[in-house]
């Protein structure tokens, strides 16, 4: 048996996970609901279960105004640009860099995890940044950062 290679299995994990974010994110557009409104929420007949006055303002930014759905969506493209890259963007550091990835994923697991349907993307982003991190406790280098070290804006 091979060793794991962490930051290739977490590669693939973030994948998925942004995959799941943009769909989930579209879907949130159309299907608004704040998850966390059972953390004291009234339960009422004709009505069902409602958000408690101290979640106004994710009411506001989940349910009224999409805007965590938008950002959650921009920043899944913006995680599946930098970990499925074109040639062009390999050479840039923001790529190499496996420091950068697990803090955009854990910025995207606070996003979705807001909304209902974005929970298991926040489940798998939270996994994905837990192994990058483990790839960067080993010491683990990008083959990409190896050939490309010293060349600076040159392609």
Known sequence: MGNLI?????RLVAVSASVYAVWASFFGLFYRKFFWDFVGGTLRDPGGLQAPPSAAIFITLIVKLPIIQIFAMLLGMIILCIELPLPAIKSLSLYRSLAVRPVLLLFQFFLTILFYQGTNAAIWSLIAAACYGRAIMLG???KEAKENRGKGGQA
């Open 6 to 10: 962490w930051h290739e299995y977490s």
């Open 140 to 142: 683990e280098t990008m």
